[in-house]
């Protein structure tokens, strides 16, 4: 496709469960990341895949988060166990390379998933 | 730490006035900074960006300026349109150049 997909569009899912969440970046670029934006806040970090590199998971706010990359592509976000405070936009992004300042680096975004946990 | 901040949480302006939309940092070995625009159900779009040995850089309607000394962004939208509605934030690079670091937005409401 010609942006980042992911889906679903929205996930509502009790307290508890488990759920799973897919990123198709945009085909050729090297770097994703996961995002979560709660309510009214801006974006928080959660984790960064390069290429065959090990992730950055500093922002994983608990073990119950994951992610894995498979085959430097497609990307799942796993949340174990949910609770009610884990309900928000998570947003996925990928860049041509990974890395800080030029046109390589920008991030291009997809819609988000709308995670409500009941 | 890292942060990014806005000064205010929303803006509102006229049609085809000019907007400015300021933005703080704390980080002052930030090297790289970047603006996106978020729509209502929309993940950000990137608007512009602009690394630290510049002072200003212009788009289409678009400018963002740099003052490195009291560590301040701003993004000036020319003849602002209903179109131009949107949260917009600033990010800058985290320390480690994996991620981007955000404020919280600032609204821009547009009336014609």
């Given at each position: 496709?010609?942006?980042?997909?992911?889906?679903?569009?929205?996930?509502?899912?009790?307290?508890?469960?488990?759920?799973?969440?897919?990123?198709?970046?945009?085909?050729?670029?090297?770097?994703?990341?996961?995002?979560?934006?709660?309510?009214?806040?801006?974006?928080?970090?959660?984790?960064?895949?390069?290429?065959?590199?090990?992730?950055?998971?500093?922002?994983?706010?608990?073990?119950?988060?994951?992610?894995?990359?498979?085959?430097?592509?497609?990307?799942?976000?796993?949340?174990?166990?949910?609770?009610?405070?884990?309900?928000?936009?998570?947003?996925?992004?990928?860049?041509?390379?990974?890395?800080?300042?030029?046109?390589?680096?920008?991030?291009?975004?997809?819609?988000?998933?709308?995670?409500?946990?009941? | 730490?890292?942060?990014?901040?806005?000064?205010?949480?929303?803006?509102?302006?006229?049609?085809?006035?000019?907007?400015i939309?300021n933005c703080?940092?704390?980080?002052?070995?930030?090297?790289?900074f970047?603006w996106?625009?978020?729509?209502?159900?929309?993940?950000?779009?990137?608007i512009i960006d602009i690394r630290s040995n510049m002072d200003k850089r212009q788009g289409q309607r678009v400018t963002v300026l740099l003052n490195k000394t009291?560590?301040h962004l701003s993004l000036q939208i020319a003849?602002?349109?209903?179109?131009?509605?949107?949260?917009?934030?600033c990010?800058?690079?985290?320390?480690?150049?994996?991620?981007?670091?955000?404020?919280?937005?600032?609204?821009?409401?547009?009336?014609?």
């Amino acid at each position: 496709g010609a942006g980042v997909s992911q889906s679903p569009s929205n996930k509502v899912t009790e307290k508890g469960k488990d759920v799973e969440l897919r990123c198709d970046p945009i085909s050729g670029h090297t770097a994703l990341y996961w995002y979560r934006q709660s309510l009214g806040q801006g974006l928080e970090f959660l984790i960064y895949f390069q290429g065959n590199s090990a992730p950055d998971k500093s922002g994983l706010p608990s073990d119950r988060f994951s992610a894995e990359r498979t085959g430097g592509s497609v990307s799942t976000l796993t949340i174990q166990r949910t609770q009610q405070e884990d309900s928000a936009v998570y947003l996925c992004a990928s860049s041509p390379v990974g890395g800080t300042g030029g046109a390589k680096n920008i991030q291009y975004f997809g819609a988000g998933t709308r995670l409500s946990v009941l | 730490g890292e942060s990014v901040g806005l000064h205010l949480p929303t803006l509102s302006v006229q049609e085809g006035d000019n907007s400015i939309i300021n933005c703080a940092y704390s980080n002052s070995a930030s090297d790289y900074f970047i603006w996106y625009k978020q729509e209502s159900g929309k993940g950000p779009q990137f608007i512009i960006d602009i690394r630290s040995n510049m002072d200003k850089r212009q788009g289409q309607r678009v400018t963002v300026l740099l003052n490195k000394t009291v560590k301040h962004l701003s993004l000036q939208i020319a003849a602002t349109q209903p179109g131009d509605s949107a949260v917009y934030f600033c990010a800058e690079v985290n320390q480690a150049g994996t991620a981007l670091i955000f404020g919280k937005g600032t609204t821009l409401s547009v009336s014609s």
